[in-house]
């Protein structure tokens, strides 16, 4: 089960990366301000 965890976070993340990336910086700069 971890390592089917483990890959399937993977993949999520690989997919994901982008969209979270823009969310991060926008609530920075939010934060910031």
Avoid: P
């Avoid at 976070?9 to 609530?27: H, N, P, R, S």
């Amino acid at each position: 089960m971890v390592e089917i965890t483990k890959t399937t976070g993977e993949k999520f993340t690989q997919i994901y990366a982008g969209d979270v990336w823009k969310t991060i910086k926008k609530a920075m700069l939010f934060i910031e301000r």
